[in-house]
């Protein structure tokens, strides 16, 4: 078996929609479940490997190898069009992703119970931290949060979620507090990343999670 050897592409989507009734905001978040059926169709066809988290983990740390052809599939947000839409068709091809549920909305628990699938793993997008009022990356209020603020927002999320394989950065934003997911904090104060147990977290800077330790806190790809 030919293994990868460079880094594992993580697929960051957001929203999938009937071309049927295209939504009134259509933006570059979106995809159509036309097109998105054509990438699925290739992926199966081209027998692309769809890893765990703790495969890419210990792929990362070098204790084990991967398929060449080897992707991660994650989807932002929790929005009701990729679970009504994007679901089945991950289902049709038996494919496995990540919804990455914003755990502050008022039907974030339900979402994981209406929509529960063999294919999709339900983790958290914070609580409270999807939105505006920072000075980092994209502006999200993760930067202007302190070490104690993010983990008690991850435990919060956590709990309504019920994920603890991984954890999307809200914005892509990451700072030092909201990162270390396994180096000894200078302070007594657990990280937020260690406290959760989370075995990873995503942001969105392109690239590819690598053989190095600081792709645990790893980047993402848009997949067109």
Not at 32 to 46: D, G, H, P, R
Not at 65 to 78: E, I, Q, R, Y
Request: one cysteine or more; glycine letters at 8%; charged letters at 20%.
């Amino acid at each position: 078996m030919e293994t990868m050897q460079g880094g594992v592409p993580i697929l960051m989507y957001h929203y999938v929609y009937d071309p049927a009734n295209p939504p009134a905001d259509l933006n570059g978040n979106f995809i159509a479940s036309t097109a998105f059926e054509q990438q699925l169709s290739y992926l199966k066809e081209n027998d692309f490997y769809f890893p765990s988290y703790p495969e890419v983990k210990a792929f990362i740390e070098g204790k084990h190898s991967l398929p060449a052809k080897s992707v991660v599939l994650t989807f932002d947000d929790g929005e009701m069009g990729f679970l009504n839409v994007g679901v089945p068709l991950l289902e049709k091809y038996q494919v496995p992703a990540t919804s990455f549920v914003i755990a502050s909305d008022a039907d974030a628990a339900q979402k994981a119970i209406d929509h529960r699938s063999p294919y999709v793993a339900f983790e958290s997008h914070s609580f409270g931290m999807h939105k505006p009022g920072g000075n980092v990356g994209h502006g999200g209020i993760i930067s202007a949060m302190g070490r104690d603020e993010i983990a008690a927002d991850l435990k919060h999320a956590q709990e309504i979620v019920g994920g603890t394989q991984a954890f999307a950065y809200p914005f892509g934003d990451v700072t030092d507090d909201a990162a270390r997911p396994y180096e000894t904090p200078a302070s007594s104060a657990p990280s937020p990343r260690k406290t959760r147990g989370h075995t990873w977290a995503t942001t969105s800077p392109p690239s590819r999670a690598c053989a190095s330790p600081e792709s645990i806190r790893s980047i993402r790809l848009s997949p067109w």
